[in-house]
């Protein structure tokens, strides 16, 4: 009975074991049954190591282990030491990306001239150019430009205003009309805002055929950057000595006139030694952004001493101003020679301006 009882606990401890094993095959994953516990090949469950049953060896389905990190995986993301071979790296060219496109930087735009007064309000290349200066003024200045004009000045600003509403796509630019006042011009210009102006007109025409199609926005120059023009008095003649008395003329040359010389002469001033010199100005000559004037000394009084050096001359039109320091001289008294004693010697000098003939001096 004992023997029959034994055979019967083996082959439900048998068949038991391979209920579990053919479980544990089917299962990939190896994963423990609900609630947690382990399942042991022996047939019985234990929720650790201590609760494993007794009775011979026990061998412990692989519970699910966690997944690995990234220093245990091989090539391809699989573990490194078992599983499907790494899988093969593939180099891959990158396909091109879409082009940038940015707009181009749009040329430098005029520089200060410095600005004409313009007392006159009448338009001139001088004060149109001022008015260019602001690019969002270029349909104003084009309209101030006449139309019958024919100096070269007047076709680099009418060129100009052209290309200026051009390149920033505003209505009344022409690309072509700017080109043709470029090609129209008959040698370089002789004004010193004619010169920037005709620098700024070709660079912006050798942006257009660069880049047919592209617009860029002008910024206005600061009036701290370098001018256009450095208006000053380069000489003052007063004749090879370098000295003037009161009445004399002076011939003083200006240049980098920033203005119409025309306003000069009617609303300008010359102060020699702080005094105004006396009579209108006169334009001895003029060519381009350059004038001779004509003045005279005016009596200088006490406060320029005779003898002096030092003396200064001012040119004045409005809030322009040129000076000229230490430009002459004032010449001193003349020396008298010493006081002779009519005698003798005299007489025959007397006698000759007198006209009548001198006596021989007795011997």
Known sequence: MAVSLGTRVSALLFVGAVAVATAAVTDPGGSPPRGGARTDVSGGTAEGSAGAMSGGPVAKTPSASPSPGPSALGAGGTEAGGGAPPAREVSRTPSPSAPTTTAPAAPDWLPPGPASPDADHRPDPDSVYDLLRSPDRCRDALGLVPRASTGDDWKILRGLAHACLAVQGREGGSWAAAERDRSALTG??????????????????????????ATARLTERPATATPACVYTITSVDVGADGEARPGDPLRIELRGTCFDPAELLREGSVLVGGVPAAGPLRALARSGDRLVLAAVVPNLGPGVAQGSVGVTVDVRYATTEAVRVDAFRVPGPEVSGPAQTPGASDAPLSAARAGVPARPTPG
Request: charged share 30%; glycine share 8%.
């Open 188 to 213: 370089r210009p002789d004004t010193c805002k004619g010169r920037a102006a005709r620098r700024v007109l070709s660079g912006l025409l050798a942006f257009h055929r660069a880049r047919p199609s």
